[in-house]
């Protein structure tokens, strides 16, 4: 039987294989060209395990059953939650940075707003740990492990960053530079439900426990972090007074 040689593993296989059988990667592995452009661009979009935009349908769809699958061990079919969010917190902040819209008006006073805003990607990193102690805290039942908790946090905290992502050139096109009250109420409480919703997926239980509970997990993050931001605006105002006593 005529056999050939892999190009990546150098492994030998039978000529009628359509993937090698050590590293599984394709036998008509050749010279790139524009149909392999096209077949990898179609892999990556539309693979079920793989493809970005599926994997996004499932976060907004079902965000609490692909945290429980991943900690369970399903994982190849899914991103990993803590790169995911760490890309998608870069590419909310890149987006704010760049447009100027000052989405903590609402929370602190400006000249604080300001410097946070230069550091939104930490803003938003920091409530990982917050929600998850939150999580291990309220759902003590559960019987999870803290980076279990954090699993389910960082995926939702990823859809939400994706949100604001998607709010900043709808707000530029409606010439507004910060949320109104009624946006910033309407945001968050978009947040609470789907934080709680996602809960109610991902904890075992009566659904609509979890899922209140869930509620109160992301409005007690939400404090908290309200909390670190007028501390730290007072930090900045008391800084600030007395550099011009000086």
Not at 102 to 109: K, R, Y
Not at 130 to 135: A, E, R, S
Not at 190 to 217: C, D, E, I, K, P
Not at 235 to 244: D, H, N, Q
Request: net charge positive; aromatic share 12%.
């Amino acid at each position: 039987m005529a056999e050939r040689r892999c190009l990546n593993c150098e492994s030998t296989f039978a000529a009628a294989a359509r993937f090698c059988p050590q590293c599984s990667q394709r036998t008509d592995t050749a010279r790139l060209s524009f149909v392999d452009m096209t077949r990898d661009l179609l892999h990556a979009f539309v693979n079920v395990e793989r493809g970005p935009l599926v994997f996004a349908w499932a976060l907004l769809t079902r965000p609490g059953v692909v945290a429980r699958e991943y900690i369970e061990g399903r994982r190849r079919r899914y991103y990993g939650p803590f790169a995911t969010l760490a890309v998608l917190v870069g590419l909310a902040a890149l987006a704010l940075k760049l447009s100027g819209f000052q989405a903590l008006s609402q929370e602190v006073s400006t000249a604080p707003a300001t410097v946070l805003q230069q550091h939104f990607n930490l803003v938003l990193l920091v409530q990982l740990p917050l929600l998850g102690f939150t999580c291990a805290l309220l759902f003590r039942d559960a019987r999870l492990t803290l980076p279990e908790h954090m699993v389910l946090v960082a995926y939702t905290l990823g859809m939400r960053a994706v949100a604001l992502t998607a709010i900043v050139p709808i707000a530029l096109l409606s010439s507004t530079s910060a949320p109104t009250f009624w946006q910033n109420f309407a945001f968050w409480a978009a947040w609470y439900l789907y934080f709680g919703w996602s809960a109610s997926q991902f904890y075992a239980g009566t659904r609509w426990r979890s899922w209140l509970r869930g509620m109160l997990v992301a409005a007690i993050g939400h404090a908290l972090i309200i909390a670190i931001l007028v501390g730290g605006s007072a930090a900045f105002e008391m800084m600030r007074l007395r550099g011009l006593e000086r």
